[in-house]
């Protein structure tokens, strides 16, 4: 790191200058900031990272960090917002702009102060953060290291914490938004987006509100939102490592989706279903936690669904008086989905529900589609009532009887028939005369 050395002759009128920028060569220049943002006392002031100089100062701290953004040259660049707190009476508007990181000092929440935090003002009325372009705009924007304070009960009208619009490759990482007035965090019609190890608490609307097209959510939490935790839409959205819990509805939605991904995420004691899937085409639900969602929803819902993988995820309610009905339940007019290797136990009404007649359900713990039962036709009788001890209602292509003894008579044609949620009838075309005829019964869904 360059060193500037401070004469600190009373008289020489480059001392405080040079003292001011050495002050923050820590956390300015090696960050290769564009500009400082700090606040002294009451004012806010922002240092050239090129001349050590305050390029802009006053007491609106919204009006000091614009006053940056334009000034970037159209390469863009960086602006650095040292700890502490910022009440913010206009947007910090990144509309149209290129190549700028947006970034604070630290959002670790247990240091004093708060880290750099950007409180919505009252009146503010809109989004804390924007990037709104009537057009698309390959941003490349970094938003980084900051904390945002909606002060909901001090807007008039609804907004978001961060709000994009038309702004591709982006990233949005280690900011943690709270009670904004709307969403915490709001993606439109932009693609490219990677929001990572971000925080969406006790928002009025959605945590994360992400309609938008090849977006990645990984490594956040979202909690307490009025609506949901996550709400997702669009093609090639993907979330890894992402937990939702005790959100007034869904703990995670998509609806109509396209090549999307849930994969090790969590979802817990939601008011409506864990994870729900609406309209949606080949995604996968792989290796995810939803539990002790509400009375009257499931783990997992897949609603007119199509071709979805549901793959080794744990779905269950452990509460001592449980609540969630469902554990993976298809509804609508879902088909052609795989359901396979999840571990289902303890939902109130049923584990799993299948509609699809193509759908295929395999090698779950807690759903049995796999059997193997006994059954004897006696000497004198051609049937026998069967319990097939399985959680769905058998296809008659899915029982298999095989007998395994000599009868005295020739009992001709082997059938089933009666199959209900229960049972199934075994018949033979006659009876078995002395000796009784004994099968094994394997019940196998068709796969």
């Known amino acids: 790191m360059v060193e500037f050395t401070a004469y600190h002759a009373v008289t020489h009128p480059l001392v405080k200058v040079i003292d001011d920028w050495n002050s923050l060569l820590d956390h300015g220049l090696e960050k290769a900031a564009s500009y400082v943002i700090r606040k002294n006392g009451a004012t806010y002031e922002a240092i050239n990272g090129s001349t050590g100089k305050i390029s802009f100062s006053g007491a609106n701290a919204a009006t000091v960090i614009n006053s940056c953004i334009t000034a970037l040259s159209a390469s863009g660049g960086t602006i650095f917002i040292k700890n502490g707190q910022y009440d913010i009476t206009a947007s910090i508007n990144l509309t149209g702009a290129k ?126 939102n009025a609506l949901a935790g996550i709400f997702f839409s669009g093609f090639g959205v993907h979330l890894n490592n992402v937990l939702a819990w005790q959100n007034a509805q869904y703990g995670i939605i998509g609806n109509i989706l396209d090549d999307f991904s849930i994969v090790d995420c969590d979802s817990w004691n939601n008011a409506f279903d864990g994870i729900n899937i609406d309209t949606s085409t080949g995604g996968r639900i792989i290796g995810c936690e939803s539990k002790n969602n509400a009375a009257g929803h499931a783990g997992i819902l897949l609603v007119d669904a199509i071709g979805v993988l549901v793959l080794g995820n744990q779905v269950f309610d452990d509460q001592g008086a449980p609540t ?59 049937s026998i009532v069967v319990p097939h001890l399985c959680d769905y209602t058998p296809a008659v292509g899915d029982i298999h009887p095989t007998l395994t003894n000599l009868p005295t008579n020739d009992i001709g044609d082997v059938y089933v028939d009666t199959i209900g949620a229960a049972n199934f009838t075994l018949h033979c075309r006659n009876v078995p005369g002395g000796a009784t005829a004994i099968f094994d019964v394997e019940i196998r869904r068709t796969p």
């Open 99 to 224: 190549s700028i990181t947006l970034t604070g000092e630290t959002r670790a929440l247990e240091i004093a102060g708060w880290g750099t935090r950007l409180n919505a003002a009252n009146g503010l009325n809109s989004p804390v953060i924007t990037s709104n372009n009537g057009a698309e705009i390959d941003a490349s924007l970094l938003i980084k290291d900051l904390i945002i304070s909606g002060n909901s009960v001090g807007q008039g009208v609804n907004a978001d914490g961060i709000y994009f619009k038309n702004t591709f490759y982006s990233t949005i990482e280690n900011v943690y938004v709270y009670d904004a007035k709307f969403d915490g965090f709001s993606i439109l019609q932009s693609e490219v987006i990677l929001i990572k190890n971000c925080y969406a608490f006790n928002n009025k609307h959605h945590g994360f509100y992400i309609p938008t097209n090849e977006a990645r959510l990984t490594n956040c939490q979202t909690a307490n």
């Open 324 to 382: 969630q009905d469902y554990g993976i339940y298809e509804t609508g007019t879902s088909n052609y989905n795989v359901i396979l290797g999840n571990r289902i136990d303890g939902c109130v009404t049923s584990n799993i529900r299948v509609i699809g007649a193509n759908t295929k359900v395999k090698y779950n713990q807690g759903f049995v589609t796999e059997n193997r039962v006994p059954a004897t036709i006696t000497a004198a009788a051609t």
